[in-house]
């Protein structure tokens, strides 16, 4: 009776598994289809503000890989100089 018992638990929790699987992985139809409308601000200020901000933020994120760069190029020549030192 008892590796009965324990075949029905496992079938069970196998079943709400797969339940539980199909009910994560379902689509979500704004997810899928995007957005039904958009929502763009009809403030012309407040439009140019947060277009500006967008270019300030790609003007930031060009600077740091720049700076990811120069730094790389710097320890790439002190490991050049010192091979016995590069890595200890």
């Not at 277009?51 to 700076?67: F, N």
């Amino acid at each position: 009776m008892k590796p009965v018992r324990s075949l029905i638990i496992f079938g069970t929790g196998i079943a709400a598994g797969i339940a539980i699987a199909r009910r994560v992985g379902a689509d979500e139809p704004e997810v899928l289809h995007g957005p039904s409308q958009e929502r763009s601000s009809s403030n012309p200020a407040l439009r140019a503000a947060s277009a500006g901000l967008a270019r300030a933020g790609d003007r930031a994120t060009v600077a740091s890989l720049d700076a990811i760069r120069r730094a790389r190029e710097i320890i790439r020549s002190r490991t050049a100089e010192d091979d016995d030192t590069a890595w200890g």
